[in-house]
């Protein structure tokens, strides 16, 4: 792909996230998109031939600029199922803040929009590995609780970190990020962990 083709794919994908975060729910078409970028609807679909496939390049476009990967190093270096367990919440958790605009879009679009739906069950996915990743280090250090298989545990930590979780202890009952943080490391511990 030329150097010009990549400017206009990542003007594109800036464009969708601007959008989205903005967007409270309303759909955000690939019309809208293209006036945003400065270009026309046709050029947008040369980029994108879907608008399925323009939203979770947009979510995945998001990850690399947060740099999710270096986020999550600490998780994925830790020497315990332990340390892994209680870095993976701590890099997720004070991640969702940042990524608020764009999930609670998709949250809200996912109901009457497959293509929003589509992307959003892509990241969550990403979500759900790291999830697992954690149980089975767990699982490896023989820490895991015997009162779950490894796929309950994943669902239950997959579970308690969802954004809407997030949304409704920090939104709802006031509870401050540091908080949220320190009471959701010590919940998933006494649930999974003997």
Same mark, same amino acid.
């Given at each position: ?107 809200? +679009? ?13 990241? +969550? ?58 009471? +959701? ?10």
């Amino acid at each position: 792909m030329s150097s010009k083709n990549l400017e206009t794919r990542e003007r594109i994908l800036e464009s969708a996230w601007t959008l989205l975060a903005e967007s409270h729910a309303s759909a955000v078409r690939m019309s809208d998109i293209a006036k945003r970028t400065g270009i026309s609807r046709q050029a947008v679909y040369l980029h994108f031939p879907t608008r399925a496939e323009l939203l979770i390049a947009t979510t995945r476009y998001i990850d690399q600029v947060k740099d999710i990967d270096k986020r999550l190093a600490k998780s994925r270096s830790a020497a315990s199922g332990l340390e892994r367990l209680n870095a993976y919440v701590e890099a997720w958790g004070n991640y969702i803040p940042e990524i608020y605009g764009v999930a609670s879009a998709l949250i809200a +679009m996912q109901a009457k929009d497959d293509e929003a739906g589509a992307a959003w069950a892509d990241r +969550m996915g990403a979500v759900r590995h790291g999830c697992e990743a954690a149980v089975a280090a767990l699982k490896r250090d023989g820490t895991l609780t015997q009162s779950l298989s490894t796929s309950e545990a994943t669902d239950l930590l997959w579970c308690q970190l969802s954004v809407e979780n997030w949304e409704h202890l920090r939104y709802g009952c006031g509870w401050s990020q540091t908080r949220y943080i320190k009471v +959701m490391q010590q919940t998933v511990r006494k649930a999974l962990v003997d």
